[in-house]
T-cell receptor
Framework: DAGVIQSPRHEVTEMGQEVTLRCKPI?????LFWYRQTMMRGLELLIY????????DSGMPEDRFSAKMPNASFSTLKIQPSEPRDSAVYFC?????????????FGPGTRLTVT | RKEVEQDPGPFNVPEGATVAFNCTYS??????FFWYRQDCRKEPKLLMS???SGNEDGRFTAQLNRASQYISLLIRDSKLSDSATYLC??????????FGTGTRLQVFP
């Protein structure tokens, strides 16, 4: 079975540009999570969805960040305009409410560098 | 203060050694506890859940002390392949997981 798929794997962009990160969760999973990881702050939850509906976006740093989940197999995280402090690894993860243990399966991440 | 605190390490240990990591959490309402493992430049993966009575999975033993709000992970007979960052994770009565910043382990020959 395919795991969580993220694209692109690496993104280098200039300050002020729009960045769109993409995620395809594991088929059948009803939860999708977006995280950001930096050396200083570790892994931080940005937003999560249940059945394509955003449940908690309290971790989204500011209005420059937005996330959508138009269907059960696709989600995007957009940063507009990007800033150097947005440089980080962005992970998408999915999980199923049908499992006893709420294990989250992570994608390989998108390494974002904003210059 | 972070909700989940871990010693960042690194812990440098020889093959065959026993090593223990500790983690404290601040929210007494936390309900579930886990250890995740993250290899360098890779994604985190679930290592094991942590149960109140303590649990073992091969060379790995996890313990929970709710009164002290303390979680531990013990690795016996360390292997080179155990080198990674170990993330302590707690869950409240929601679907959110709160990750510690991780403890780095380096096992040398």
């Amino acid at each position: 079975d395919a795991g969580v798929i993220q694209s692109p794997r690496h993104e280098v962009t200039e300050m002020g540009q729009e960045v769109t990160l993409r995620c395809k969760p594991i088929s059948g999973h009803d939860y999708l999570f977006w995280y950001r990881q930096t050396m200083m702050r570790g892994l931080e939850l940005l937003i999560y969805f249940n059945n394509n509906v955003p449940i908690d976006d309290s971790g989204m740093p500011e209005d420059r960040f937005s996330a959508k989940m138009p269907n059960a197999s696709f989600s995007t995280l957009k940063i507009q305009p990007s800033e150097p402090r947005d440089s980080a690894v962005y992970f998408c993860a999915s999980s199923s409410s049908q499992r006893d243990i709420p294990e989250q399966y992570f994608g390989p991440g998108t390494r974002l560098t904003v210059t | 203060r972070k909700e989940v605190e871990q010693d960042p390490g690194p812990f440098n240990v020889p093959e065959g050694a026993t090593v223990a990591f500790n983690c404290t959490y601040s929210n007494s309402a936390s309900q579930s506890f886990f250890w995740y493992r993250q290899d360098c430049r890779k994604e985190p993966k679930l290592l094991m859940s942590v149960y109140s009575s303590g649990n073992e999975d091969g060379r790995f033993t996890a313990q929970l002390n709710r009164a002290s709000q303390y979680i531990s992970l013990l690795i016996r007979d360390s292997k080179l392949s155990d080198s990674a960052t170990y993330l302590c994770v707690v869950r409240h009565n929601t679907d959110k997981l709160i990750f510690g910043t991780g403890t780095r382990l380096q096992v040398f020959p």
